[in-house]
């Protein structure tokens, strides 16, 4: 079993930066593909990014690129998200996911078995 634990949510500006972390447990997770999701109020929970087992492949949403990047230090388990020059439409809890069924980054929901909780993000314009 494995255990996802976020930090690193909070309130800012538009323009402000965050850096989230995701704490896996449990078992070691370096194996897995791991990604980050979101989910705005009244919205379904949207793709953000992924990161392959080996943190060399990475893949992100076309509202992210460029603004946001995905890396994971498996000696410490743990993934992190940069958020740079963040805007309102950021505003979502975002959720660490892992897969135990692929190696490989994946933008569809149903790959991932293992879920955090979730943190908050909200952006003031």
């Known amino acids: 079993q494995v255990q996802l634990v976020e930090s690193g949510g909070g309130l800012v500006q538009a323009g402000d930066s965050l850096r989230l972390s995701c704490a896996a447990s449990g078992r070691t997770f370096s194996s897995y593909a791991m990604g980050w999701f979101r989910q705005a109020p009244g919205k379904e929970r949207d793709f953000v990014a992924a990161i392959v087992w080996s943190a060399d492949n990475t893949y992100y949403a076309d509202s992210v690129k460029g603004r946001f990047t995905i890396a994971r230090d498996n000696a410490k388990n743990t993934m992190y998200l940069q958020m740079n020059s963040l805007k309102p439409e950021d505003t979502a809890v975002y959720y660490c996911?892992?897969?135990?069924?692929?190696?490989?980054?994946?933008?569809?929901?149903?790959?991932?078995?293992?879920w955090g909780q979730g943190t908050q993000v909200t952006v003031s314009a």
């Open positions: 996911a892992a897969s135990s069924y692929t190696r490989w980054p994946s933008a569809d929901p149903a790959i991932y078995n293992y």
